[in-house]
């Protein structure tokens, strides 16, 4: 199918544009930076959610729910399509019918707000919202003035996005390996003109568009073939597979970094308590950077590295990245408190791949050894509704103290045997000796969370949508 071939910068300041899917994290932060560029912004959802539908209406838009062809009365100038957005969605044929410009996010992102800007992209299958957000960070306070479109709210911003402040400003961007649009099939970091790239990790996900693992790689390969041939490309060299993609980027400035010592850039942890963490940087065997962040686990290390790396190779000073990384705050939704409740503590994670539900329970039991831990679990997002990681959450949930797990999000337009089973985990788990339970609704789990949870236990909750309202129910049920 032909990539539609209209542009933003056709239209004058003013005009009316309509975002159909406005509540994805990315959509949000778009609809923010055309606001801010003085464009009427209308959008609609279908189930918006915190914390990006509250930053929605904290910008004045009010969001349209469900998707319908009314919503397209006042006649936008223009229309940006959500890869949420299928063909035959109403909004999108009535879209067609009246004939409206119309285009993808990524499409607007590189066309209107990077242009020809240094383009930061932060790519790779985990890590990319905390990353990107550790590198639109130090940008800033090293006086960089960047902009920035994050697929989450940076604690150190409280927006996920900004407008470039002056015209040599670069931009930071999450670099998404998941399709543009219905009618523009290709990776979205395809059209964010990268010059300076990370890339953090390459697993199989994405499984109702990527039919296998190779399917994955490929995608990132494209990648490796758009950076700039002035810019930088630093890549997780422990991982295999990420060397694998790498080896496709020909560019002269291209570097690995990880714990083994065979890497261009060797990171050396030197203390980890329940708090921070303090690792350095090797380089031809001489500290580099020695680095402190408030925030434990290897993965967190590995994105502080990484953002280190990427601003050190650009210019920027190594004390400004030590301060910048040291008064990072983190991002909402990764490891967020949301706060402490007759002395139970709920933790709220965006987890939903088997490596970062893994990674997660680790680090939170790691950051509080000496009180239990309750990891609850919605299967929400495309692959984690798929049996193809039915074996993978099995590992992820064997380090638990004890697991809750809701059973999976609408799986109507799954063939019953591709379907993921919640029961079938749980069940696995008990055998294996692991204290685990099977719940149907949100209600269940706050009913059973409220009789079980004791004052001083941690409650992680880890979805990437509402969960039908689970976290002030819960809070709610605990204050009383």
């Known amino acids: 199918m032909e990539v539609n071939k209209h542009s933003l910068n056709q239209l004058k300041k003013g005009a009316h544009i309509h975002l159909m899917g406005i509540c994805g994290t990315a959509m949000a932060s778009l609809a923010g930076l055309l606001k801010d560029q003085d464009f009427k912004i209308t959008g609609s959802d279908s189930h918006p959610y915190p ?54 996010l990524p499409q607007a992102m590189g066309e209107f707000i990077i242009a020809q800007r240094n383009s930061y992209v932060i790519s790779g299958t985990h890590g990319k919202t905390t990353t990107t957000s550790m590198v639109a960070w130090i940008l800033d306070q090293a006086g960089y003035h960047p902009g920035f479109l994050i697929g989450g709210i940076p604690k150190n911003f409280e927006r996920s996005f900004r407008n470039p402040i002056k015209p040599e400003s670069p931009f930071v961007i999450e670099g998404d390996e998941y399709d543009t649009a219905y009618f523009d099939k290709v990776p979205k970091f395809v059209h964010y003109r990268p010059q300076q790239v990370i890339l953090t990790s390459v697993e199989f996900d994405h499984a109702d568009i990527y039919k296998d693992f ?83 686990g290897k993965y967190n290390i590995l994105n502080a590295a990484s953002a280190a790396l990427i601003t050190y190779l650009n210019g920027v000073k190594t004390s400004d990245i030590i301060e910048s990384l040291k008064k990072f705050q983190g991002v909402k939704r990764r490891q967020e408190v949301l706060g402490e409740f007759k002395g139970i503590t709920l933790i709220e994670d965006f987890a939903h ?63 019953e045997g591709d379907r993921f089973s919640s029961q079938e985990l749980v069940d696995e788990l008990k055998q294996s000796g692991h204290s685990s339970q099977c719940m149907k609704s949100a209600d269940e789990i706050v009913k059973y969370l409220a009789q ?20 002030q129910k819960l809070i709610s049920r605990l204050k009383n």
């Open 51 to 104: 914390p990006m539908s509250t930053q929605i209406e904290s910008l004045g838009i009010k969001i349209q729910k469900p998707y319908a062809a009314e919503n397209l009365n006042p006649r936008p100038d223009f229309v940006i399509v959500g890869n949420v957005i299928s063909a035959n969605n109403l909004e999108a044929v009535e879209m067609n019918r009246l004939q409206i410009p119309h285009g993808s």
């Open 214 to 296: 190779d399917h994955v790689k490929s995608a990132f390969i494209q990648l490796m073939n758009l950076i700039s041939a002035n810019g930088n490309f630093i890549y997780w060299g422990d991982d295999p597979h990420v060397s694998e993609v790498a080896a496709h980027c020909k560019i002269k400035n291209k570097f690995s970094f990880g714990f083994d010592p065979n890497n261009h850039f060797v990171i050396n942890i030197l203390k980890q308590d329940e708090k921070s963490s303090l690792f350095n940087i090797i380089q031809n065997q001489k500290e580099l950077l020695q680095i402190e962040i408030f925030s434990i």
């Open 353 to 415: 791949h088997p490596t970062a539900v893994k990674q997660t329970i680790e680090a939170v039991q790691k950051k509080y050894p000496h009180r239990k831990v309750f990891s609850v679990f919605e299967p929400r997002s495309a692959t984690s509704r798929r049996k193809v990681f039915q074996q993978d959450y099995l590992n992820a949930f064997k380090q638990a103290q004890e697991s809750i797990i809701a059973e999976a999000f609408d799986q109507t337009k799954l063939n």
């Open 452 to 471: 079980k949870a004791q004052s001083s236990d941690i409650i992680l909750i880890m979805s990437n949508g509402g969960f039908d309202g689970i976290y």
